[in-house]
T-cell receptor
Framework: GAGVSQSPSNKVTEKGKDVELRCDPI?????LYWYRQSLGQGLEFLIY????????KSGLPSDRFSAERTGGSVSTLTIQRTQQEDSAVYLC????????????FGPGTRLTVT | DQQVKQNSPSLSVQEGRISILNCDYT??????FLWYKKYPAEGPTFLIS?????DKNEDGRFTVFLNKSAKHLSLHIVPSQPGDSAVYFC?????????????FGQGTTLQVKP
């Protein structure tokens, strides 16, 4: 079956612009996660969705970051007024239920802020 | 505050030999640990996990060992194969968090030479 997909695969944007990153989870998976991986670092948790609600937003680094999920499926991560330190690979993962550690990851979106 | 640490950025082993990847953690509340494997331009894929009530879990060529008193876990791959060459991330979670939020180490790049 189809895995987690993310778009775009690569995004280059100018500092100060807004960007939207999209995630399509595995069909039927109720839990969705966003992580990011900066150069030379591990994956950093950003936000967790259970259905359309986000009970854990503790990893969002600033109020320039927001995310939503609609229809219990697609999620969009929005970064406003991008900064160079936002450059990273943004990874989305889904799991069959909340609290499941066996998360299935998408290929990521590589964001470069120039 | 790096709660999960992989102190070896890289490891090189000969095909057929054992690969040992190490991971240390600082938060005694972590009670579930996982290893993920990542190939370039792909998302991480789940490899093996262990609950804190166990000290060993085995799956084919992969064995994870957990030493709670030392707050240390390791992944053994025997025998190593060239296809095992990838970046390996350890991750930890707190069962009580009920979100499945994972805290990742920085990763270790394993190269298995033919």
């Amino acid at each position: 079956g189809a895995g987690v997909s993310q778009s775009p695969s690569n995004k280059v944007t100018e500092k100060g612009k807004d960007v939207e990153l999209r995630c399509d989870p595995i069909s039927g998976h109720t839990a969705l996660y966003w992580y990011r991986q900066s150069l030379g670092q591990g994956l950093e948790f950003l936000i967790y969705f259970q259905g359309n609600s986000a009970p854990d937003k503790s990893g969002l680094p600033s109020d320039r970051f927001s995310a939503e999920r609609t229809g219990g499926s697609v999620s969009t991560l929005t970064i406003q007024r991008t900064q160079q330190e936002d450059s990273a690979v943004y990874l989305c993962a889904s799991s069959a239920q909340g609290g499941s550690y066996e998360q299935y990851f998408g290929p990521g979106t590589r964001l470069t802020v120039t | 505050d790096q709660q999960v640490k992989q102190n070896s950025p890289s490891l090189s082993v000969q095909e057929g030999r054992i690969s040992i990847l190490n991971c240390d953690y600082t938060n005694s509340m972590f009670d579930y640990f996982l290893w993920y494997k990542k190939y370039p331009a792909e998302g991480p894929t789940f490899l093996i996990s262990i609950s804190s009530i166990k000290d060993k879990n085995e799956d084919g060529r992969f064995t994870v060992f957990l030493n709670k008193s030392a707050k240390h876990l390791s992944l053994h791959i025997v025998p190593s194969q060239p296809g095992d060459s990838a970046v390996y991330f350890c991750a930890a979670s707190r069962g009580s968090s009920n979100t499945g939020k994972l805290i990742f180490g920085q990763g270790t790049t394993l190269q298995v030479k033919p």
